[in-house]
């Protein structure tokens, strides 16, 4: 066997498991809207109106839907592109990552502003993922790669001792 070949063999990919684009969406688009109430509240708390209260839906509000489309587009993007490519990478996480830019863009109605949404998000969110995300590898992949790396220590060679 040749190098390539250990190495495949070593660590194999674990399968993957596809899920609802529209589930998922929904999910983090609520998650999206919680966190866009809680902005809005503090632009409302911070901002001098005559809205009272109110003003966290009627003056800032469109913060809560903002929140809530891009988060709902990214989930939505991220689950479908890797559904289709049946892996889920950091192209599915760029792809998602200019979805939710162009939106963002669109907001202020203006396309090279999208674009540029497009292309910072994507850009970031794709090197986040492929250089391991934010949270890290997972404990079992460490020991894989720590175990790769030191080698196995040789065993110790008894030796009798010579008797004159």
């Keep these: 066997m040749s190098d390539s070949e250990d190495h495949a063999q070593a660590a194999p990919t674990p399968a993957f498991t596809a899920k609802s684009p529209l589930q998922e969406?929904?999910?983090t688009g609520l998650q999206g809207a919680a966190i866009g109430l809680f902005?809005?509240?503090i632009q409302n708390a911070l901002g001098n109106h005559s809205h009272g209260a109110m003003g966290v839906f009627t003056r800032t509000g469109s913060t809560i839907g903002v929140f809530a489309a891009m988060g709902a587009t990214y989930a939505f993007t991220e689950n479908y592109v890797a559904n289709e490519r049946e892996q889920k990478d950091a192209?599915?996480?760029?792809?998602?990552?200019?979805?939710?830019?162009f939106l963002a863009g669109v907001r202020s109605r203006s396309i090279?502003?999208?674009l540029a949404g497009c292309v910072f998000l994507g850009g970031a969110l794709g090197a986040l993922e492929y250089t391991g995300s934010l949270a890290g590898e997972s404990a079992e992949t460490k020991e894989?790669?720590?175990k790769k790396f030191f080698k196995t220590p040789p065993k110790h060679l008894e030796v009798e001792p010579i008797s004159s």
Excluded: D, I, L, W
């Excluded at 192209?91 to 830019?101: D, H, K, R, T």
């Design 91 to 101: 192209v599915s996480s760029a792809s998602a990552g200019c979805a939710a830019g």
């Design 144 to 146: 894989e790669k720590r």
């Design 25 to 27: 969406a929904t999910r």
């Design 112 to 114: 090279p502003q999208a």
């Design 39 to 41: 902005f809005s509240s």
